[in-house]
């Protein structure tokens, strides 16, 4: 695992492309080293790894398979970075700030009480400055705390570091089956006793659920949803359906860019309220609400590596599958400056106030590592 992370530092000292990352619920860190850093779009009849904005007219980024060196390790877990600072777990927010967004929240249910919008999912970024920080430490720590999440680390250079551990799935596909969850509602995670949802609560999530397999149904006769259920995303507990559809591969790459941005990010009805972001929130939401994963990827199972010949690389080509995640929870860095994004879904019956420390509670999962 060192000399991972040695060629992954070296990789961004010579200002070079890659992206380093663990699934939820695994322990193999994948990886994807560039030759150079051109630019190329994402390709979703190729394979490879993609990081993709909030607002699709802005440039996304595909990690071709075939111009890559992608690696996959074993994490062996006390090898990973041991001490995990907790005492950083608040900073000092700027009051003019804070007084700002519980501005813009004010105003947005103001609208939303007159029924144009029926949801809109409203974010700010948290700056700042950064001493002796370790891009790799962090990472490694943030592996440790957030098993069930999506952790990465990604670079550009033209857009800086990006890192995160998000605890949504967007698309998981896999021999025609695809399945997504509808996860919403925030409550901080109190151990032996579960949250009582609120009204505001059920009703942002049931949107959610509703419109993904309205959006499913347009290319599936078998949309299926479990029961809605608690789920816990570090020291936050979210309202979570599962989502699962039959749905031929020729229609995969629709029904991505027909989710996103779903109404867990967005809003509802979704041009209006991202209209409205795009213009109220006065800041770029950059790669923030966008997506991140792997498409079409060859599944290499860690046992068959050996084994390379011709027919089993057949069975792998098959065995494509595509595992996006919703990028939450995350932060940039450039320059040793530091900025994360946090946001929430508003409704008629939110309470502005609740939904600034909705975000403040939000901070804490990359402030934890930090
Ligand atoms: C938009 C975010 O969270 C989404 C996912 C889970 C719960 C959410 C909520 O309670 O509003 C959001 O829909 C974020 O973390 O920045």
Redesign the pocket.
Known sequence: MKDFFQKASAQLQNQLPFVLYRQPKSDILQSFFMADSKVVSTEFTRSGFTFFPFDNRQQNYFFDLEKSTYNEIEIIENEIFESINQSKTSIEEDEDQKRIYIQLLAESIHLLKQGEYQKI?L?RPIQFQLKNHNVFETFQKLLKLYTNAMVYVWYHPNEGIWLGAT??TLVNYSQSQLKTMA????RVFQENSSPEWREK?IE?QGL?SRYIQTKLGKYSKQVKASATYDKQ?GNLV?LNTDISARIQQKDLQHVILDLHPTP??CGLPTEDAKSYIIENEKYNREF??GFLGEINLPKVKTRSRSNRNQETLAIKQRRAETNLY?N??CMKIKENKAQL?????VTASSNATEEWK??RD?SQTLLKVL
């Open positions: 999912v974010s605890p949504e996860l919403a509602g925030t609560e942002e959610v995303a979210h867990a990010v923030y609400a919703v939450l929870r994004f946090v946001g929430g879904g909705e975000t939000k």
